[in-house]
């Protein structure tokens, strides 16, 4: 978690607190330890946010203290609201419980004229189509892409047939009916897209590889342009 985002959520815990909150309960909600608990909420409170109390007793925050209101038009409102019910459907519960927390939080800082408008707008979404993975964690795989890391899986293609990959994961394709992982293939030696609900196994390795530069993305779009990512599908 980003430091601003820790800032942030202790606030917003406070906020709601009903009792003084001690910096061991905050650091096992935050899942991070008591001292940098202590320094967030110095940081805090350095920049004038009306936190009192101290290491031993507990935390409160000063009643009547509120953020100042974010300031969104009702198109923007409603793209955020929709955003939010779409990912829920994309079989990745890393993602749909993190568009719950952003739908949380704005609804918590809104003016309560705005905040029906989000909580219950009659915006309705289908479930989709795209089966469940259970052979990988997409949290990893989001994880991989970001820091450039390998990854190891066992593959069933669409003719039944088991195999072992490392792959290079380089993007993600949310579609309806299925999930892809855009990747390189060491085993082919070149990019192939894998359906997550096909994947049996998977490992997050160590090795990293390299983006060339972001060649390796430019590659991966000009095949994409060319197949639109399910043609290829192993």
Known sequence: MRRTDRLFDIIQTLRVAKHPMTAAALAEQLEVNIRTVYRDIATLQARRIPIEGAAGIGYVLRRGFDLPPLMFTAD????????????????????????????????????????????????????????????????????????TRKMRITYTDARGQRSNRTIWPIAMAYYVDATLIGAWCELREDYRHFRVERIVTSTLLDTTFSTDGGKLMEGWLAQRAMDEATARAD
């Open 76 to 147: 923007e409102l409603d793209a955020i609201t929709v955003g939010a019910r779409l990912v829920r459907r994309l079989r990745d519960p890393g993602l749909q419980d993190a568009a719950d927390s952003v739908l949380a939080k704005i609804t918590t800082i809104l003016p309560e004229a705005l905040r029906r408008g989000v909580v219950a707008a009659p915006f309705y979404v289908s479930k989709g189509q795209a089966e469940t993975p259970t052979g990988i964690d997409l949290s990893d795989v989001r994880f991989a892409i970001r820091e």
